[in-house]
């Protein structure tokens, strides 16, 4: 019996359709069928399978420049000093090392070679070149440690403790080159 | 009668003839023209054998909107019709005007010309980005990334999706207060020297700060999944913290703070915090 009710009902409104002069608008998915999945399309896939790289070398597309034009500021200087006191670092250990394996005599020698060449200040500035590394990575470290911790993080934090860190690890250097 | 009325008249037309003489006899002095130099990176594909390179405009400031935009769009209506860059809301909100002005990145729309005449403005694209013309870069890549991070809601149950809103208590809305600002302009991650070495695997601030505003939305339930999907070298720790991307955003937002925090998540000392209101109610 509803079966009955529902074709006829259909039916008529397929007449009244078919009789309207106006075409009307009919969803492809009604409000009964909403749901993520039906709707799926592949908008979101782009035309060709060309990867972004390949795309742009086969455009030859320069790259716009950075180090050349972006200012240089406090926070980026000091960051690459950190990098590049970790590295000097690095370079006096290694130093340090393949000269005990090789070099013939031994480190008061060598020590003594360099005083007695009577340069003045060049045992200082010796001292202040391999101190200020390790000072400056040490405080700057920390600096790094307490940033991790989320703390000190924004603007002003970062630029009041720079100066902390530059003053502390100066301070430092000039206390290890006096001992 | 009439003859009062047109009296009147002749009258008072007398005396607006002889305000308008007042007025041209007071007119504005000229005024010197300030004459500001814009050095702007010009590239342009359809030349062949073209290399970038800067040229020079010169603009009269008096009569020139006070924002670098309103420079570029004089320039390109006055000057050089060529002259190529996005641009769209003019207030600061949409985020396609975003160039590197005077070494620092910006958007254009809300960046005031130094009017210092002595020095000439640099006005380059977003640092090391492939240059499709002049002063618009290729952000593909750096949508797809956005798009990696999947930027929706996701909860276990989404079988009721739609039928009612997901409750939030207003502490857990106010921690989603400055990450959700964000107009995605690329300020923060082209300027971030990481960015530039490894922009193919290295996600950067903006991706990094969006990722972390649905690991932290108290109605999202994917938080686990979001974290393994960073947990490899290169996605998030790259950062190392030189903090470029909190100095040049220009809605004041910080991307440096967002990374750190997910450096918390993953490395497990700290966790997200249970919702204070069910969102289911």
């Known amino acids: 019996m509803a079966l009955l009710r529902t074709i006829i009902k259909n039916g008529t409104q397929a007449k009244l359709l078919a009789a309207a002069p106006v075409k009307s608008w009919q969803p492809a998915v009604t409000a009964s069928t909403f749901g993520m999945k039906s709707i799926e399309a592949n908008r979101t896939k782009p035309l060709t399978n060309e990867n972004f790289e390949d795309k742009n070398k086969r455009l030859q597309r320069p790259i716009s420049p950075h180090l050349t034009v972006y200012k240089f500021q406090s926070n980026m200087a000091l960051s690459i000093i950190h990098r590049f006191t970790g590295l000097a670092q690095n370079g006096f250990i290694y130093g340090l090392a393949l000269g005990a394996m090789t070099l013939p005599a031994s480190f008061p020698y060598y020590l003594g070679l360099l005083e007695a060449a009577h340069i003045p200040l060049v045992v ?20 790094h440690l ?23 690890a100066i301070a430092l250097a000039l206390y290890l080159t006096s001992l | ?16 003839q002889l305000r308008n003489l007042a007025t041209v006899a007071a007119a504005k002095p000229a005024v010197a023209p300030r004459i500001k130099k814009f050095a702007v990176y010009r590239w342009n594909p359809d030349i062949s054998g073209d290399k970038p390179h800067l040229q020079t405009y010169e603009v009269d400031l008096n009569t020139c909107g006070p924002m670098v935009l309103d420079a570029l769009i004089k320039i390109k209506s006055e000057i050089d019709p060529t002259l190529t860059f996005r641009r769209s809301c003019r207030e600061g909100i949409c985020g396609s005007c975003a160039m590197n002005i005077g070494g620092c990145n910006s958007l254009a729309c809300i960046s005031k010309i130094d009017t210092n005449l002595e020095k000439p403005v640099k006005i380059h694209p977003l640092p090391h980005m492939y240059v499709v013309k002049d002063l618009v870069p290729d952000m593909s890549n750096f949508y797809a990334q956005y798009k990696s991070i999947q930027p929706w809601l996701q909860r276990k149950d989404e079988s009721k999706m739609g039928q009612k809103q997901y409750l939030q208590s207003v502490e857990d809305r106010q921690k989603l207060d400055g990450l959700y600002e964000c107009i995605l302009c690329a300020c923060c991650s082209t300027s971030c020297p990481s960015y530039w070495w490894n922009s193919d695997k290295y996600l950067g601030p903006a991706v990094l700060m969006q990722a972390y505003r649905w690991m932290i939305d108290s109605r999202d339930e994917a938080t686990k999944d979001r974290l393994d999907r960073l947990r490899d070298p290169f996605s998030v720790f790259r950062c190392h913290t030189i903090m470029n991307c909190t100095k040049a955003c220009p809605k004041g937002l910080n991307p440096g703070k967002a990374i750190a925090e997910i450096k918390k998540l993953l490395s497990g000392f700290t966790k997200k915090e249970e919702p204070k209101l069910n969102p289911i109610g």
């Open chain 2, 1 to 16: 009668m009439d003859s009062i009325t047109s009296k009147a008249v002749v009258l008072s037309r007398q005396y607006m």
């Open chain 1, 124 to 143: 200082l500035a010796v001292k202040v070149l391999i101190a200020f590394p390790f000072s400056y990575h040490l405080v700057n470290g920390i600096r």
């Open chain 1, 146 to 168: 307490v940033w991790d911790a989320g703390y000190s993080l924004t603007i002003k934090g970062v630029e009041s403790t720079g100066y902390i860190v530059l003053a502390a």
